[in-house]
């Protein structure tokens, strides 16, 4: 059965048996020092009887168990790669498929004329006057 940690029983009782683990020693003006408000020495020595006397019960129970319960373990499932899906990773490590080789698509090459055109004016054969040296 699971602890319920909301439970104000189970909360004391761990105290208890965390104290129980100490040998009932533990010191009280340190505590009220951390716990601060209120909390005085004495306030905290008598709150403190009862417990000692509760963790000297339980640790005498216990004397007679051997250790821990033990957790309910869940079975794990078995892999298989009959159950994976496809492309799924199998060996823990990660390969790229080989990437084929694409086509450049070849493109038809601009006329030398029509690029001297741009931003020129031809005026003889081999004679050019840029548009900009007109207006000067």
Do not use: C, Q
Request: glycine letters at 6%; zero cysteines.
């Amino acid at each position: 059965m699971p602890v319920n940690w909301n439970d104000k029983d189970v909360l004391e009782r761990l105290f208890i048996a965390a104290l129980a683990s100490l040998d009932n020693k533990i010191n009280i003006n340190e505590v009220a020092r951390i716990y601060g408000e209120d909390m005085t020495y004495h306030a905290l020595e008598n709150r403190m009887r009862r417990y000692k006397k509760e963790a000297t019960t339980l640790k005498d129970e216990a004397a007679d168990r051997e250790g821990a319960v033990k957790s309910p373990m869940k079975t794990r499932t078995k892999k298989s790669d009959a159950g994976s899906p496809k492309g799924a990773v199998k060996t823990g490590r990660i390969t790229k498929k080989a990437t084929t080789t694409t086509k450049i698509k070849s493109e038809p090459l601009v006329d030398e004329e029509l690029l001297h055109g741009m931003g020129e004016e031809v005026v003889g054969d081999d004679e050019a006057v840029d548009e900009t040296d007109e207006f000067v």
